[in-house]
Nanobody, 126 residues
Framework: QVQLVESGGGLVQAGDSLRLSCAASGRTFSSYAMGWFRQAPGKDRKFVAAINRRGDGTYYADSVKGRFTISRDNAKNTVYLQMNSLKPEDTAVYYC???????????????????WGQGTQVTVSS
């Protein structure tokens, strides 16, 4: 069992930066690949970024490539999402999630993630 708690969301202006954190409980954090998803009002939850267990493999949605960076610190049981050059269309609730295995073909698939956090709101004003 893994419990995930996101933090770091807030209200920012277009062009600003934010760093989201997701803290995981338990001693098996390094056994899980981690992902970030987001859900805008009235829309489906969508993949943002993911990282493998060791932290040496990352995957990104085209919409955030070059602006967002996912990283993890297995010693701190935490995964991060650094978001730069934020746009109003980045406004959403951001969720972190955990899965056991990951590859380039599976990273974006919601169904493969077993554990989910409660989400943190990110609002970008124009």
């Amino acid at each position: 069992q893994v419990q995930l708690v996101e933090s770091g969301g807030g209200l920012v202006q277009a062009g600003d930066s934010l760093r989201l954190s997701c803290a995981a409980s338990g001693r098996t954090f390094s056994s899980y690949a981690m992902g970030w998803f987001r859900q805008a009002p009235g829309k489906d939850r969508k993949f943002v970024a993911a990282i493998n267990r060791r932290g040496d493999g990352t995957y990104y949605a085209d919409s955030v490539k070059g602006r967002f960076t996912i990283s993890r610190d297995n010693a701190k049981n935490t995964v991060y999402l650094q978001m730069n050059s934020l746009k109003p269309e980045d406004t959403a609730v951001y969720y972190c999630a955990a899965r056991s295995l990951i590859s380039s073909s599976t990273a974006s698939k919601i169904s493969g993630y077993t554990y989910w956090g409660q989400g943190t709101q990110v609002t970008v004003s124009s």
